[in-house]
């Protein structure tokens, strides 16, 4: 099924083609203002779309390149959804080419087999090692081997500052990925003027050299600071001062070499499960004919994006840009790969082309350029995917509520909501996502501002009063007004056992209808896991009479995307089923019409997803 949507959407740019009225409406004079009253020379980029009748009601450099900041992370969660499933785990995995275990002695080599999980701890490893003893293995005679999926290039993404990489939203993102590869040190102040502050590590499992030249200074001094330094061996160097009776001071680092430390943890974690090895513990590749022993799937991908986009994690979303460039464009992965798979996928599954843009990472640290348009795009396909539109719109963080929007736009007077990414740099700051009107109208917006002087915070109030506006403002009647569901939907996270089950409902019952319906018809309904299709042999009075049956049933789908497949999108076949749909109250913005090239003819396919 996955082919055949890929055929579908090979050639089409964004779904649906969006008509700008910005200039009649009192939206647009009541935004310019809203600028001009903050920054009048600001470099903003802004686009607004309503979802329902999809008009745009305001832009201003909406084609215009602005650097998106952590707002790339939207680009990584949609196509990571849309090619893995929101149900894709990670696996790690432990195997052996013994043949057996004699006297609790396993005679041979354990594998440790990695895939690259972002989301992998020491508890992970730990209860991984511990089912050893469900084996009776109390000794390991030969080496414990690790392997990692082969990635080619930096563990930086091209652009990363220098100055970046001591710090935890910018660490390594290697094949080996253990506690996010960062560690946290609390620095507190000493009793006494001049005193050696004391320095804390977590976690505690992996012991770290620590080279503590950090003073404690007087109450009153303003110009302290505290550097932060870690070398390839991952011994810390912690100096500056910090000032007596000031709060502790917490930092999280990047592990400089993760190879030396899940190796130091995996010789500890051994120890404390009393296991014994014998041989050195090493990198290779695992023999195809290792047997398992044991394994440890990750939390599901509706999960790692739900922490992606909520939290703004860097490494998984790094993790996951990586881990697409490795399955979509072939071993070993690395950041051009990610870039080129993650523009395919998009194209390929949702119709949304950014090939135009310049994406090198997945996370958003390094340099990145898009438009407001492109983000739009985006977020207005992601609506229409049946299968990750809800895991999708999910993560995205709410004002006043939780993750990097909790303490932005909190509004006690009513229960208007936003759901947005977040994006900041030094000089950068964007907002994008969904919010609600005070008429129940659906809105998808961006917000680019670069090049902001001195701190992009008062920046960031200017995102908040353009939301808070909108969000506190009836647009009038631009379109029919959305069903609760539709407001459900973006207003709560829900799990994806419930979506999945929702769909199938929706699916199962659709299904049973079609089927009563078509019955001793040429129409064939053929169902997949995640989609209906109806193979119409032709179109004719008998096949239209036929289809006008069931038009009633397809409304639900309306929401999503109804596709028709033809030979020639522009053929009087496909213009009759077209008519004979939106005659029965569909709208015909959400039908999509596609050519597939082929050299035989084709049945007309009508795909409800």
């Known amino acids: 099924m996955r082919k055949l949507h890929q055929l579908l959407l090979a050639s089409l740019g964004f779904l649906l083609v969006a008509t700008s009225f910005a200039e009649q409406t009192p939206v647009a004079a009541q935004i310019d203002q809203l600028i001009q009253k903050m920054d009048p020379n600001v470099l903003i980029g802004i686009e607004i779309l ?51 275990v004699q006297d609790h002695v396993l005679q041979g080599n354990l594998y440790l087999k990695l895939s690259g999980d972002p989301t992998l701890t020491e508890s992970d490893l730990k209860q991984l090692l511990q089912q050893l003893s469900n084996h009776s293995i109390k000794t390991i005679q030969g080496n414990l081997v690790i392997e990692t999926p082969t990635y080619d290039g930096s563990p930086y993404a091209p652009g990363t500052m220098l100055e970046d990489t001591p710090y935890y939203y910018a660490a390594k993102n290697t094949p080996l990925i253990l506690n996010q590869n960062v560690i946290t040190v609390t620095v507190n102040p000493a ?42 061996n991952n011994d810390l160097w912690v100096s500056g001062c910090i000032p007596q009776q000031s709060m502790a001071d917490t930092e999280y680092l990047a592990i400089q ?75 070993p992965s690395n950041w051009q790969k990610g870039t080129h798979a993650v523009k395919k996928i998009l194209f390929e599954d949702a119709g949304v082309s950014i090939f135009a843009s310049k994406i090198t990472d997945g996370s958003g640290v390094s340099s990145n350029l898009v438009t407001p348009h492109q983000i739009v795009s985006l977020l207005s396909a992601m609506t229409h995917q049946f299968n990750a539109s809800y895991e999708f719109i999910a993560g995205l963080p709410m004002n006043s509520s939780y993750g990097s929007l ?12 936003v759901r947005a990414k977040t994006g900041t740099m030094s000089d950068t700051t964007a907002l994008s996502g969904y919010l609600e009107t005070a008429d129940n109208k659906l809105l998808i917006f961006s917000i680019m501002i670069n090049h902001t002087v001195k701190s992009s915070d008062k920046y960031k109030k200017l995102e908040d009063e353009i939301c808070t506006y909108l969000a506190n403002t009836k647009i009038g009647n631009l379109s029919a007004k959305p069903s ?97 749909l939106t005659h029965d109250g569909i709208d015909k913005n959400k039908i999509l019409i596609v050519s597939e090239n082929s050299a035989l003819p084709e049945p007309i396919r009508i795909i409800l997803s």
């Open 50 to 100: 309503d979802l329902n009748s999809n008009q745009i009601l305001y832009e201003k450099n909406a084609n215009q390149y602005f650097t998106p900041a952590s707002n790339i992370k939207l680009i990584t969660s949609a196509a990571a959804l849309l090619y893995l499933g929101p149900d894709f785990r990670f696996n790690t995995a432990l195997l052996t080419d013994a043949e057996k």
């Open 191 to 232: 009793s006494q003027i001049n005193g050696s502050a004391y320095i804390s590590i977590t976690p505690t499992t992996v012991p770290i050299a620590i080279h503590n030249q950090l003073i404690t200074a007087a109450p009153e001094e303003k110009k302290c600071s505290i550097q932060y330094k870690m070398d390839n």
């Open 257 to 331: 070499n993760p190879l030396l430390y899940a190796q130091v943890m995996l010789k500890n974690l051994l120890k404390e499960a009393s296991i014994q090895l014998n041989g050195k513990i090493l990198t290779d590749t695992t023999p195809a004919t290792a047997k398992m022993i044991a394994s440890h799937p990750s939390i599901q991908l509706f999960d790692i994006v739900y922490e992606t986009l909520k939290n703004s994690n860097n490494i998984f979303a790094d993790a996951l840009f990586l881990k697409l460039g490795e399955l979509f464009e072939g071993k």
């Open 406 to 417: 909790q303490e932005r736009m909190v509004n006690k007077e009513n229960d208007r909501f």
């Open 484 to 580: 609760p569901k539709q407001a459900e939907n973006l207003t709560k996270k829900i799990t994806y056992t419930n979506s999945i089950e929702s769909k199938k409902k929706i699916l199962n019952s659709a299904e049973t209808d079609l089927r009563k319906n078509l019955i001793n018809t040429r129409i064939s309904v053929i169902r997949n896991e995640n989609s209906l299709m109806l193979i119409v042999p032709s179109v004719s009075d008998q096949t239209l009479s036929e289809l006008s049956k069931i038009a009633a049933i397809l409304k639900p789908f309306s929401n999503s995307l109804i596709t028709i497949v033809a030979k020639n999108k522009d053929s009087i076949d496909a213009s009759k089923i077209l008519e004979l």
